[in-house]
C-alpha cells in the first residue's frame, strides 16, 4: 500500500534554529496538508497546498512557517526561527483530490526544540 | 469554524468485549464527511472508519461500525470483539464538503479518547 514518507522521525533542535521537515507524499497524489500535535493535545490543522502553492493557512501558520514542494515529490514545512513551543509531532498529509473521503497520513516528526 | 467533541478522554473494554466511543460535533453545513482515526503508541495516523453526511447507512468496517445521528450532530465509534491491537488513540474529524474550496481539505479533530484493552 502506497505511504506517506516523512524525515526525519525526530529531530532535536536548538531555540532560534532554523529546522526543515520533510515529507514524500504518494505520488499520485495532488493536495498536501502539514497537521501538528503538541503532546497531549488535540490534532491542529497547520497549512494546506495544491498547485504549488498555499490553499489554507491557520492562525498557526505564521510568518515563521513556510511550505515548499522543490522538485515535484518532497514537500516541506520550514520553521524559520525555532521557539520552545513548537516542540510537537509534526504529520503530513496527502490526498488525491479535494473530494477524497479521508487522505494518507506520514508517520510524523517528533520536533523537540531545546 | 467547526468544533469536534470527544467527552471520554479514556476508556477501556475487556478484550472479545464491545466498546463504544462517543463524538459530537457542531457544524451548520448539510454536507460533510466524518472520520476515526486510530493512532497507536508509534504515533501514525490510521484511517478506520468514514461516514458521508448526506448517507443514511451508517458505515462498516469489519469490527468497525458507527452510529450517525445527523439530527443530534453524534458520530460514535462501536468496536465489537476488541483485540489487544485495537489499544491506541482514537480521534474523531469532521471535514466540510461545501463551501470555498479552500476549506474542503482541513480536518477538526477533537481531543482524542484513549482506549485500553485488558487481555
Known amino acids: 500500500e502506497p505511504e506517506v514518507t516523512q524525515t526525519p522521525s525526530h529531530q532535536v533542535t536548538q531555540m532560534g534554529q532554523e529546522v526543515i521537515l520533510r515529507c514524500v507524499p504518494i505520488?499520485?497524489?495532488?493536495?498536501f496538508y502539514w497537521y501538528r500535535q503538541i503532546l497531549g493535545q488535540k490534532v491542529e490543522f497547520l497549512v494546506s497546498?495544491?498547485?504549488?502553492?498555499?490553499?489554507?493557512k491557520s492562525e498557526i501558520f505564521d510568518d515563521q512557517f513556510s511550505v515548499e514542494r522543490p522538485d515535484g515529490s518532497n514537500f516541506t514545512l520550514k520553521i524559520r526561527s525555532t521557539k520552545l513551543e513548537d516542540s510537537a509531532m509534526y504529520f503530513c498529509?496527502?490526498?488525491?483530490?479535494?473530494?477524497?473521503?479521508?487522505?494518507?497520513f506520514g508517520s510524523g516528526t517528533r520536533l523537540t526544540v531545546v | 469554524a467547526q468544533t469536534v467533541t470527544q467527552s471520554q478522554p479514556e476508556m477501556s473494554v475487556q478484550e472479545a468485549e464491545t466498546v463504544t466511543l462517543s463524538c459530537t460535533y457542531d457544524?451548520?453545513?448539510?454536507?460533510?464527511?466524518l472520520f476515526w482515526y486510530k493512532q497507536p503508541p508509534s504515533r501514525q495516523m490510521i484511517l478506520v472508519i468514514r461516514?458521508?453526511?448526506?448517507?443514511?447507512q451508517n458505515a462498516t468496517e469489519n469490527r468497525f461500525s458507527v452510529n450517525f445521528q445527523k439530527a443530534a450532530k453524534s458520530f460514535s465509534l462501536k468496536i465489537s470483539d476488541s483485540q489487544l491491537g485495537d489499544a491506541a488513540m482514537y480521534f474523531c474529524?469532521?471535514?466540510?464538503?461545501?463551501?470555498?474550496?479552500?476549506?474542503?481539505?482541513?480536518?477538526?479533530f477533537g481531543r482524542g479518547t484513549q482506549l485500553t484493552v485488558w487481555p
Open positions: 498529509a496527502s490526498s488525491a483530490d479535494r473530494f477524497a473521503y479521508g487522505y494518507t
Open positions: 505520488s499520485n497524489h495532488l493536495y
Open positions: 497546498f495544491y498547485n504549488n502553492e498555499i490553499s489554507e
Open positions: 457544524t451548520s453545513e448539510s454536507d460533510y464527511y
Open positions: 461516514q458521508e453526511a448526506y448517507k443514511q
Open positions: 474529524a469532521y471535514r466540510s464538503a461545501l463551501g470555498r474550496g479552500s476549506t474542503l481539505g482541513r480536518l477538526y
